[in-house]
């Protein structure tokens, strides 16, 4: 039987949770911090390990809204654009990914810094930076 979408998310926070766990205690282990941060993007954004081929977190978010809007009901997922001043979904799910990383390992980055995280590399060099820094 064919898994439901909204079993799909449960099990896919499920993993994105473990992976932060994870990542809170081999945060001194770059590489393996960056690999878990992949796997919580493939997670969260309910990718499979071809479609994460790419570093660009901007690229990842689009190929996630990209997915959700052609495999689910499109009315439900409506591009925000209108009510988000011009902010894309793809855009505001980088966002949110982001704020859930930080919230999730109890770190927090500034404005500038948030918005210069272009690659998973850069947000494992952020990531491991505050860890050690806390």
């Known amino acids: 039987m064919e898994e439901s979408f ?3 998310i449960a099990r ?3 993993d994105a949770r473990a992976c932060l766990e994870e990542i809170v205690r081999v945060s001194d282990d770059r590489s393996a911090v960056h690999a878990l941060l992949k796997r919580y993007i493939k997670s969260k954004y309910l990718l499979d390990e071809t479609e994460m081929e790419c570093e660009d977190i901007a690229a990842l978010s689009k190929a996630s ?3 959700l809007l052609a495999n689910h009901r499109k ?3 409506q591009d925000v654009s209108s009510v988000c001043t011009g902010s894309s979904s793809a855009s505001t799910k980088k966002v949110l990914l982001v704020m859930s990383i930080q919230k999730g390992l109890g770190i927090k980055f500034d404005a500038k810094t948030s918005g210069s995280l272009k690659t998973i590399g ?3 060099r952020e990531v491991c930076f505050r860890l050690a820094a806390k």
Do not use: C, Q, Y
Request: glycine residues 0%; charged residues 45%.
């Open 6 to 8: 909204r079993d799909a």
């Open 122 to 124: 850069d947000l494992t």
């Open 65 to 67: 809204v990209d997915k």
């Open 75 to 77: 009315e439900a997922l």
């Open 12 to 14: 896919s926070n499920e």
